[in-house]
């Protein structure tokens, strides 16, 4: 067995150049827009400003790896082709020590990190610079859905799987999920935000760990019972529409059931609404104020 995997190991690193085939592929493609084909593999630029700087960082620090990987690959297989025992070449078995190696190999690899933190901790500080904001939403996970406080307009609502991809997802429900549109993806009340507004959020949980998720914002916060975490994102002007998220902390059973929907309107869309939701909560709460 090990052998076997000795000698694969061996063929796999003389074709170590098949490796590069790929990489080529990619480097003689047309950066295309759509997510079609090769582009389906990538992380996507999302919507936000700071997604995107996630993507350039996540492109950056890919392209480091590929050079690191054709210069180390490309040394070994050069190595492999040019001493092999058929050639003649004969093992050193002398050299127990080289001091200068020894540095070289341990500064390379500090100067790489460091040039690779640089840009990360950048964009790591902006990710968590909370400050002028022009919004704030306060996000409560719960088994299993999601509470949204507009905290200064006192909308308040509750956010879980739709109607239809519930009653599907029973089992025998004898529902066909195929039919249902958006199946495990919809909410019943999507969190409505306006676009180009630095909306944050303040995250925690009611009785265990959840994560708010929204790939195309660049968030993933987890909401944690006891404590508030501070996220932020700001989409951008000309992409509103409905975008996607999930839970991203296994959270107990239903878990895979409580879906994000966050609907990106204009600014003036927006304040209609909250307009429009303020003026609903307040009628609503008159008589339960009354009875109670
Ligand atoms: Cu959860």
């Known amino acids: 067995m090990i052998r076997a995997l000795d000698s694969f190991a061996t063929r796999l690193a003389t074709k170590a150049w098949l490796l590069a085939l790929p990489v080529l592929a990619l480097l003689g493609m047309p950066p295309a827009r759509a997510e079609s084909g090769w582009q389906q593999l990538n992380m996507t630029r999302g919507v936000t400003e700071i997604s995107r700087k996630i993507y350039d960082l996540h492109m950056t620090i890919f392209w480091v790896c590929v050079a690191i990987a054709v210069v180390v690959f490309g040394a070994m297989v050069w190595s ?29 690899p500090v100067v790489i990190l460091v040039a690779m933190a640089v840009p990360a901790a950048r964009t790591l500080v902006e990710i968590e610079d909370t400050s002028r904001t022009e919004l704030t939403i306060k996000v409560t996970g719960f088994q299993w859905g999601w509470q949204y406080d507009y905290l200064d307009d006192g909308v308040a609502f509750f956010s879980r799987l739709d109607r239809k991809s519930d009653a599907a997802r029973e089992l025998l429900s004898g529902i066909d999920p195929t039919t249902v549109e958006h199946y495990l993806l919809n909410v019943d009340n999507p969190l409505v935000v306006p676009v180009g507004t630095k909306v944050r959020l303040l995250i925690t949980g009611a009785d265990v760990i959840h994560s708010w998720w929204v ?78």
Request: some cysteine.
């Open 80 to 108: 492999i082709i040019n001493y092999r025992k058929s050639k003649g070449a004969v093992a050193d078995v002398t050299l127990v020590h080289n001091t200068k190696v020894e540095i070289i190999w341990t500064a390379v």
């Open 215 to 292: 790939p195309a914002f660049g968030v993933k916060k987890d909401a944690i019972p006891g404590f508030v975490n501070e996220a932020w994102f700001r989409v951008d002007t000309d992409k509103p529409g409905l975008y996607r998220g999930q839970c991203a902390e296994l959270c107990g059973r239903d878990h895979g059931f409580m879906p994000i929907v966050v609907d990106v309107r204009s600014k003036a869309d927006f304040e209609a609404w909250l307009k429009e939701q303020a003026a609903q909560q307040k009628q609503a709460a008159v008589p339960a104020a009354a009875t109670g």
